[in-house]
């Protein structure tokens, strides 16, 4: 394995016991509330009973197992060997062991490692593409994956806002990133509330939106939605407010910026 992706696994495994016992997590509120998929996610994927989706990215499975609460089969695929177990862990508590499974592997050989198995559903969620060093043999496992007419579905932060500092306001990082000059970032803490890492140093990558969009329509995906939001899920800069709802948005006044796109296509 690229020892950049090594390590960002390493630093991936040390994450999953902190997020686990995170309040931003919150693990036994979600067991208790069981939620299913975002009503927004359901408006544009449709009922999901009886189909098959694959997250690929999964962390320790919180969201692939949402949508066994739709009833779909899920899968989970996951790098951190941690983060699959502790997701196993998680359907077991979840009562949805029956509908799920989780399979370590690295994303970009997912396709192989499922051995040819094609999905309803192939979905990705906030926090993923960052930590691919190339968004194109990406794009070509999320085609491999699809069964025919199957749905992707992609919910990212918005890769402009990445060129930010963590403060939200100095402009410091290229938009367009380079394979070979990855952010590297030494850091003991993860944007969850709880302990320090052991394994600090993590390595990331920016994709612009023409360079994800583009990788999907070459390996054939017809894009059906593409969507820019002035919200995002979580604080990504300390300036944003949180609303009723959750979300976190610009303060009134203040120029409306893109913070998080959701991208549907089919095969
Ligand atoms: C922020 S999570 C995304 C899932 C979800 N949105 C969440 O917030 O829980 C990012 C996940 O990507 C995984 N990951 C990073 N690089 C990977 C790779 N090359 N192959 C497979 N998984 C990878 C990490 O282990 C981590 O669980």
């Known amino acids: 394995m690229d020892r950049r992706l090594k390590a960002n696994r390493e630093n991936w495994d040390d994450r999953v016991a902190v997020h686990t016992r995170s309040q931003f997590y919150d693990v036994e509120g979600w067991l208790q509330r069981s939620p299913g998929p975002a009503p927004r996610e359901l408006a544009l994927l449709g009922d999901v009973g009886g189909k098959s989706l694959v997250q690929l ?3 320790f499975g919180l969201e692939t197992l949402q949508w066994a609460r739709a009833g779909a089969r899920v899968t989970g695929v996951d790098f951190s060997p941690v983060a699959i177990d502790a997701a196993i862990e998680l359907s077991k508590r979840a009562g949805l062991e029956n509908s799920s499974r989780f399979v370590c592997s690295n994303v970009y050989d997912a396709a192989a490692t499922l051995k040819g198995e094609r999905f309803d559903i ?6 993923s593409l960052v930590w691919l060093p190339e968004v ?3 794009a070509k496992v999320v085609a491999e994956l699809l069964a025919p007419g199957g749905q992707f579905y992609l ?18 990082y290229d ?12 850091n003991d803490e993860t944007y969850t509330d709880g302990g320090a890492l052991a394994h600090t140093r993590s390595y990331e990558w920016n994709h612009s939106l023409s360079e994800i969009v583009q ?3 070459d390996e054939g995906l017809r894009i059906g939605a593409l969507l820019e ?3 995002t899920e979580f604080q990504h800069f300390p300036w944003l407010e949180r609303d009723v709802e959750g979300i976190y948005r610009i303060p009134l006044g203040y120029p409306r910026l893109p913070l998080s796109f959701t991208l549907h296509a089919r095969n």
């Open 155 to 172: 919910f990212e932060v918005h890769p402009f806002t990445n060129s930010f500092d963590a403060d939200g306001v100095h402009l410091v």
């Open 122 to 127: 192939v979905y990705v969620t906030i926090g």
């Open 57 to 59: 990215q999964c962390h």
């Open 229 to 231: 939001h002035d919200w």
């Open 215 to 217: 990788s999907l329509i």
């Open 136 to 138: 194109r043999p990406w």
């Open 175 to 186: 938009y367009f990133d380079d394979p070979n000059a990855p952010q590297i970032w030494d």
